[in-house]
C-alpha cells in the first residue's frame, strides 16, 4: 500500500503562497490518478484538485480555479499543489490520497498525516 507524506504548510498572510509536496513511496506512483483535500477546523474534509496519472489531466474545486495548480513529477513520486493569492478561507489541513478519477472521484487507501496551512488576513 502507498505511503503519502505531506510537507510544505505554514503561515503566510493573505496574498501570499506556498508550496505543498506530497512524496509517496512504491515504484507504482505514476498509475495512481492523485488527489489534495482540505479539512478545514469545524468542517468536514472537501475535494480540493485531483490530477490523472500521466499529469496531462486535472480538475479543480471552482473556489480554487486560478489560483490553485496541481502538479506532478512521477520521476520523483511526488506531487505538488502551488497555492497563489491565497485567502484566509484557504485555511485547513491539506491532504493527499489516490482517487478512483480525476473527475468526481472518490478517495482511496490511506491518508498522509497532512500539513497545516493558515492564512492571516
Known amino acids: 500500500q502507498v505511503q503519502l507524506v505531506e510537507t510544505g504548510g505554514g503561515l503566510v498572510q493573505a496574498g501570499g503562497s506556498l508550496r505543498l509536496s506530497c512524496a509517496a513511496s512504491?515504484?507504482?506512483?505514476?498509475?495512481?490518478?492523485m488527489a489534495w483535500f482540505r479539512q478545514a477546523p469545524g468542517k468536514e474534509r472537501e475535494f480540493v484538485a485531483a490530477?490523472?496519472?500521466?499529469?496531462?489531466?486535472?480538475y479543480y474545486v471552482d473556489s480554487v480555479k486560478g489560483r490553485l495548480t496541481i502538479s506532478r513529477d512521477n520521476a520523483k513520486n511526488t506531487m505538488y499543489l502551488q497555492m497563489n493569492s491565497l485567502k484566509p478561507e484557504d485555511t485547513a489541513v491539506y491532504y493527499c490520497?489516490?482517487?478512483?478519477?480525476?473527475?468526481?472521484?472518490?478517495?482511496?487507501?490511506?491518508w498522509g498525516q497532512g500539513t497545516q496551512v493558515t492564512v492571516s488576513s
Open positions: 512504491g515504484r507504482t506512483f505514476s498509475s495512481y490518478h
Open positions: 490520497t489516490r482517487t478512483s478519477s480525476v473527475v468526481r472521484g472518490v478517495p482511496l487507501g490511506t
Open positions: 490530477i490523472s496519472g500521466s499529469g496531462r489531466s486535472t
